[in-house]
């Protein structure tokens, strides 16, 4: 089988602590449910992302080198 969380296109995907979710909420200010959704059956996610985690996604940009955005991960 082929781990599609490997693919060289894939974006960096890493699960955040509790302290790394609540500096981002305070930063932007929000609530967790405000974060856009990502499928817990996402091929990209890590193996220990569960319901309720908050996903930083790390993706290649032309304009920024590298652009960050985070997702809450959803049954």
Known sequence: MVDVS????VPEHVVLDEDEINDVLDEY???RTDLPKIKRTDP???D???MGNVVKIIRESRTTDTAVVYRLVVD
């Not at 490997?6 to 296109?9: A, I, K, R, S, W």
């Open 6 to 9: 490997q693919h060289e296109l």
């Open 29 to 31: 200010d929000i609530d």
């Open 44 to 46: 990209a996610l890590p």
């Open 48 to 50: 220990e992302a569960e």
